[in-house]
C-alpha cells in the first residue's frame, strides 16, 4: 500500500456493504468508506470530506471555504467562496481568476480577471436562476455581421488545409494519443470545433517544473488498477465525436446569430443559457479537474478534454445531472461509466464552450484569407464587431490572491491525514 494507505484505520463500528467495501465510523463524528481491496476511499467529519485515488493520493478536499480537486498527474483546481460573494479560482501553477459582483449601467455583472502565466483576461458574465441554482452565463465580447454567423455556419466552396501555431507545443505532444487535429476543415464549423478543443487542452496542461514528463504519464499503476471506474489507457477523441462537437458548433452559431439581433439582452441571454443545450445526448467537453461520484456509488476524476454526453434531461427539481463520459484520458473516468455532475458544473463547460468559441470567431475572422482558410464574402466582415459594454477594470491583485490561496491549499492538504487519522481526533 502506498500513499495514505499506509496509515491504520482508526477503530470504530465497521458496517460491510454487498458490493464487499467497508464503511468505519470512529469517533467524533469521523468515517472512512473502504474499497474491497482495503484502500481509502474517502474520509469524512463534520466541515471536511477528502477522497483518495486507490494509490492513496488526494483525489479531492471539500472544506467549508474551500474546494480542492486534483488530477491524476497532480494538476489542481482550487475554489475558494468569500462571504462577500466573490470567489479566487485556481486553474493550476500558472492559471486562475478572481471573480466579483459588479454593478455597471444599472445591471448586475460578475466579472472575472484571469492570470494566465503573467497575462491577464477580463470575462464578463450574468447570473440567473435554474433549478433552485443560481448559475451564471458568460456574456460575449462581441457580436458579428449576420453574413459572418452565415459563413461560419454553412459549408466553405472547398476544403481548406490550416497549419496549427501549436502544432509542436508541449501539450499537444503529451495529448497526441487523445485528439489529433482534422487535416482538411470543410467548413468553419469544424475548424472551430479543433479551435474549442485544443484551447481546452492547452489551458489544462499543468507540467510539474521539476518532470519533464507530460502530466499523468506514471499516474495509473500499481493499486491504481484496483480502481474499476479509472481508465488505464486514453480513449481518444473519435473522428464521430469530433464531428459531433462541430455540429454543436453549428447549433452554437445560430443561438449566438439570434441573439446579436436581439434588442432584448434578456432574451439574447435566454438564446443562449444552459437551458437551451440541456437536450439528451447534448456533449460537454470538461474544462478542469473534478472529481465525481458515478452511479454505481464510486468516484473518478475528470480533467480538461473529457467529453461527456447527457443521458437525460434532469427533472425540474434537480441540481445534478447523469451523463456517459465518452471520451477520457488515461487515469481519468472511462469511457462508458456514468457520473453525476451538479449543474454549476455542466454551466461552467458551457461557458468554456462558449468564450472558446467567441475567441475561435475573431481568430477566424482576423485570419480569413490567410494561412489556409478561405477568404470571407466583403459583406460578412466589412461590418466590425459590435463590442460588449467594457466592464471598470479590476484593480486588485490577482496575481498575489492565487498564490496566497494555492499556499492555504497546500496547509489544507498537508492537514488531512493528522485531521483524519490523529489519535484524539477534535471538530
Not at 73 to 85: A, K, L
Not at 183 to 189: D, E
Not at 216 to 227: E, P, S, V
Not at 268 to 293: G, K, M, R, Y
Amino acid at each position: 500500500m502506498t500513499g495514505i494507505n499506509r496509515r491504520p484505520i482508526p477503530q470504530g463500528d465497521v458496517n460491510v456493504h454487498s458490493n464487499g467495501k467497508l464503511t468505519v465510523s470512529a469517533s467524533n463524528g469521523r468515517s472512512y468508506d473502504l474499497r474491497p481491496n482495503g484502500s481509502l476511499a474517502s474520509f469524512h467529519k463534520p466541515g471536511e470530506t477528502a477522497s483518495f485515488r486507490p494509490d492513496g493520493h488526494l483525489a479531492s478536499l471539500h472544506t467549508s471555504s474551500m474546494e480542492i480537486n486534483r488530477g491524476p498527474g497532480g494538476q489542481r483546481t482550487i475554489v475558494s467562496r468569500r462571504p462577500d460573494h466573490s470567489a479566487v479560482v485556481s486553474l493550476g501553477r500558472n492559471r486562475g481568476y478572481v471573480e466579483r459582483p459588479v454593478l455597471h449601467n444599472g445591471t448586475s455583472f460578475t466579472q472575472r480577471t484571469y492570470v494566465v502565466n503573467g497575462q491577464r483576461l477580463s470575462r464578463a458574465y450574468t447570473s440567473y436562476n435554474f433549478h433552485g441554482t443560481v448559475l451564471v452565463h458568460y456574456v460575449p465580447s462581441a457580436y458579428y455581421a449576420p453574413k459572418f454567423y452565415g459563413w461560419a455556419y454553412y459549408p466553405w466552396d472547398a476544403p481548406a488545409a490550416y497549419s496549427w501555431a501549436w502544432a509542436n507545443a508541449v501539450w499537444a505532444r503529451c495529448d497526441s494519443g487523445y485528439f489529433t487535429p482534422t487535416p482538411i476543415y470543410p467548413g468553419a464549423t469544424n475548424w472551430l470545433a479543433d479551435f474549442l478543443i485544443s484551447q481546452t487542452l492547452a489551458n489544462g496542461y499543468d507540467p510539474d517544473p521539476q518532470s519533464a514528463a507530460c502530466p499523468g504519464a506514471d499516474a495509473q499503476g500499481g493499486d491504481q488498477l484496483a480502481d474499476a471506474d479509472t481508465a488505464p489507457e486514453d480513449t481518444p477523441l473519435s473522428a464521430e465525436t469530433k464531428q459531433a462537437i462541430a455540429d454543436e458548433v453549428r447549433q452554437q452559431l445560430s443561438y449566438e446569430n439570434a441573439a446579436s439581433t436581439s434588442s432584448d439582452p434578456a432574451r439574447a441571454s435566454d438564446l443562449t443559457d444552459l437551458p437551451q443545450v440541456l437536450t439528451v445526448n447534448h456533449l460537454f467537453i470538461e474544462d478542469q479537474d473534478l472529481n465525481v461520484p458515478t452511479t454505481d456509488g464510486d468516484n473518478c476524476n475528470l480533467s480538461a478534454g473529457d467529453v461527456l454526453r447527457l443521458t437525460a434531461v434532469p427533472p425540474a427539481d434537480s441540481a445534478t445531472a447523469d451523463l456517459i463520459v465518452v471520451s477520457s484520458r488515461k487515469a481519468d473516468c472511462f469511457a462508458g461509466v456514468t457520473v453525476t455532475l451538479a449543474l454549476d458544473n455542466l454551466q461552467e463547460m458551457q461557458n468554456n464552450f462558449r468564450s472558446q468559441i467567441d475567441d475561435g470567431l475573431k481568430t477566424l475572422r482576423d485570419q480569413q484569407g490567410t494561412n489556409g482558410l478561405p477568404a470571407a464574402p466583403y459583406a460578412a466582415i466589412a461590418p466590425p464587431p459590435v463590442p460588449a459594454d467594457e466592464l471598470p477594470a479590476d484593480t486588485g491583485g490577482v496575481q498575489g490572491q492565487l498564490i496566497q490561496q494555492q499556499q492555504q491549499a497546500d496547509q489544507a492538504e498537508a492537514g488531512v491525514t493528522d485531521s483524519a487519522f490523529a489519535t484524539t481526533a477534535t471538530n
